[in-house]
């Protein structure tokens, strides 16, 4: 049975790999391609240029405690090695076979493909995107390793992962970041749209440990690093988004029900100013909203 991919990113795993017919979508000979088949853990290696390079402990003991008890129920995809001769390098599925590892299984299924290296590292990243394992650092790193060594453009890129070419450009800002940033992304610590702000800001680093230290959000770090890059005050930390009154709730809740779609209400209490937004799931549902207030609007006059 071929393998589910998720058809809506890009060329995905399906065109990059071949599932339902590994000749004819990728263009390889009867020879280059091998069905699937057992071989000894030990002499599968990861690949050096793998694009994630944390994998999550609980995760790997969770994956290895169900293949104890199902085995490997998606092959793990490989090359033969280009260092060493008779073994082969993972394309995809190296956390299988660590869990694999820790399940202390001696073999593990495979087929085999002869990739070249920019084949390699497109599978490897749309793999990575398509489970989203890849923290936005590694996957920042990722583009700019295609685009350097491969000659890609961020359009031509942006095609291969299912991304646009604004999001390959805004992942490859953070890069230009300092490390002691980049570090506080690839923890988890500091969001990708809390660093994104402080892109080329001469304090990045103070800014990003006060972020983290205050728990502001992605549009305080925003104003933040304005108002700091305008030649302003930045030791005043922006204002937190204040507490919701019961009333203010009620009538959230009241209006949502109403209206059958969500409902929010941002009120000053200073001014008694604020604003009403009303969220809609999709263009037809957006149609129906508008269609709704008409009808509101016109039997009310």
Same mark, same amino acid.
């Given at each position: 049975?071929?393998?589910?991919?998720?058809k809506?990113?890009g060329?995905?795993?399906?065109?990059?790999i071949?599932?339902?017919?590994?000749?004819?979508?990728?263009?390889?000979?009867?020879?280059?391609?091998?069905?699937?088949?057992?071989?000894?853990?030990?002499?599968?290696?990861?690949?050096?240029h793998q694009?994630?390079?944390?994998?999550?402990d609980? $995760?790997?003991?969770?994956?290895? =405690?169900s #293949?104890r008890? %199902? /085995?490997?129920? &998606?092959?793990?995809?490989?090359?033969?090695?280009p260092e060493?001769?008779?073994?082969?390098?993972?394309?995809?599925?190296?956390?299988?076979?660590?869990?694999?590892?820790?399940?202390?299984?001696?073999?593990?299924p495979?087929?085999?493909?002869?990739?070249?290296?920019?084949?390699?590292?497109?599978?490897?990243?749309?793999?990575?995107?398509?489970?989203?394992?890849?923290?936005?650092?590694? $996957?920042?790193?990722?583009y700019? =390793?295609? #685009?350097?060594? %491969? /000659?890609?453009? &961020?359009?031509?890129?942006?095609?291969?992962?299912?991304?646009?070419?604004?999001?390959?450009?805004?992942?490859?800002?953070?890069?230009s970041?300092?490390?002691?940033?980049?570090?506080?992304?690839?923890?988890?610590?500091?969001?990708?749209?809390h660093?994104?702000?402080?892109?080329g800001?001469p304090?990045?680093?103070?800014?990003?440990?006060?972020?983290?230290?205050?728990?502001?959000?992605?549009?305080?770090?925003?104003?933040? =690093?304005?108002?700091?890059?305008? /030649?302003?005050?930045?030791?005043?930390t922006?204002?937190?988004?204040?507490?919701?009154?019961a009333?203010?709730?009620?009538?959230?809740?009241?209006l949502?029900?109403?209206?059958?779609r969500?409902?929010?209400?941002?009120?000053?209490?200073a001014?008694?100013?604020?604003?009403?937004?009303?969220?809609?799931?999709?263009?037809e549902?957006?149609?129906?909203?508008?269609?709704?207030?008409?009808?509101?609007?016109?039997?009310?006059g």
């Open positions: 049975m071929a393998r589910k991919t998720h809506g990113l060329r995905g795993l399906g065109a990059l071949g599932d339902a017919n590994p000749l004819a979508e990728t263009g390889m000979s009867a020879e280059a391609a091998s069905p699937e088949r057992n071989l000894p853990i030990e002499i599968l290696h990861p690949n050096p694009p994630r390079r944390r994998f999550s609980d $995760e790997l003991s969770e994956l290895a =405690a #293949i008890e %199902h /085995g490997i129920l &998606q092959p793990i995809i490989v090359r033969p090695d060493r001769q008779g073994e082969f390098q993972i394309v995809a599925g190296e956390r299988r076979w660590r869990a694999a590892q820790q399940a202390r299984l001696h073999e593990v495979v087929i085999v493909r002869d990739l070249d290296d920019q084949k390699v590292m497109e599978i490897a990243l749309v793999e990575n995107i398509q489970r989203s394992d890849l923290s936005p650092m590694e $996957e920042a790193a990722a700019r =390793a295609l #685009i350097d060594r %491969h /000659g890609y453009s &961020q359009e031509a890129l942006g095609k291969i992962v299912g991304k646009s070419r604004s999001h390959i450009a805004n992942t490859m800002r953070l890069l970041l300092p490390e002691e940033v980049q570090a506080l992304v690839e923890q988890g610590v500091l969001g990708a749209g660093a994104r702000a402080l892109v800001h304090d990045a680093v103070a800014l990003a440990r006060r972020i983290v230290a205050e728990g502001l959000t992605a549009r305080d770090a925003e104003r933040l =690093a304005k108002r700091g890059s305008q /030649g302003k005050d930045s030791s005043r922006p204002r937190r988004k204040r507490e919701k009154d009333d203010t709730i009620a009538l959230e809740e009241d949502s029900a109403a209206l059958r969500r409902v929010r209400i941002d009120h000053d209490p001014t008694g100013r604020g604003r009403l937004v009303l969220e809609y799931a999709s263009l549902d957006l149609d129906d909203l508008c269609a709704l207030l008409t009808t509101v609007s016109l039997s009310a």
